[in-house]
């Protein structure tokens, strides 16, 4: 009923890069977890080429509860309660270049902390179609997937997360699909645990009656911040209920 872990692996050519900033020449190294001091500035010291200058971090397990086939579609909730969630997540290369066509695929618990397909596991009981919350949209030219969906809720042993995958080269079935392609990366995205604390005092998300696993506490994000899958949020509202804004950006080393 808890994602476990994959057993480490040294970083090897399937790894995500994190990049900030709009061309190779501005991009950060990497980016520091809240609060923590920021990194001296050595561009003066110590040329950057231009095929290294993302941060490398380590994939993330897959967890238990993918299932494949998932939806090509921009929205995830089909009426799932929950405060609204907009992420842009952008992709782009080893040289950090945008990548378009990319599949962006997503999939995550519901308000009370249930997997479409699982429901039952966290021991609540609702309907399941095995499709709520699942799906994905390819990247358009700018590199960017926009999707919509709703904040995640929690599960036993997990803080709240989102589990990405991030596919190239498929092929659009007539079914609604996809098929095909090379599959580039697999990791989680994380939020702030200041929001997520806000959002925990709102239905449906109070009603939820499992103990909440806090980011400290999780046993898979390591605290890296933005290299480790942490999202930037921004509040849609004056209300907590209005919703989030999330972003970050993903690179892919495709050689």
Excluded at 43 to 57: M, R
């Amino acid at each position: 009923m808890t994602d476990t872990p994959e057993a480490a692996n040294p970083i090897g050519r399937r790894t995500l890069l994190i990049a900030t900033g709009a061309t190779a020449a501005t991009l950060a190294v990497g980016a520091a977890a809240p609060g923590a001091p920021a990194a001296a500035d050595t561009a003066d010291t110590q040329p950057v080429a231009a095929a290294a200058v993302c941060t490398l971090t380590k994939e993330m397990t897959e967890g238990p509860y993918y299932l494949d086939g998932a939806l090509v579609r921009s929205d995830l909730t089909e009426g799932k309660a929950g405060i609204p969630l907009k992420l842009a997540l952008t992709v782009v290369n080893s040289s950090c270049a945008v990548v378009p066509n990319a599949l962006v695929e997503l999939w995550h618990a519901d308000a009370l902390g249930e997997y479409s397909g699982y429901v039952g596991n966290n021991g609540h009981h609702e309907s399941d179609d095995g499709t709520f919350l699942r799906g994905g949209v390819l990247t358009n030219a700018s590199g960017v997937a926009n999707l919509t969906t709703i904040y995640p809720g929690w599960y036993r042993g997990r803080c709240v997360h989102i589990h990405v995958k991030v596919h190239t080269g498929v092929t659009l079935t007539s079914d609604g699909s996809f098929t095909g392609g090379t599959e580039l990366h697999t990791g989680q995205l994380f939020f702030d645990e200041s929001v997520t604390t806000k959002v925990a005092t709102v239905s449906p998300y109070s009603t939820n009656t499992v103990t909440r696993t806090t980011l400290s506490q999780d046993s898979i994000y390591d605290g890296g911040g933005a290299s480790s899958g942490l999202l930037t949020l921004t509040a849609l509202g004056s209300s907590t209920s209005s919703g989030y804004t999330g972003a970050l950006t993903l690179g892919v080393d495709q050689s």
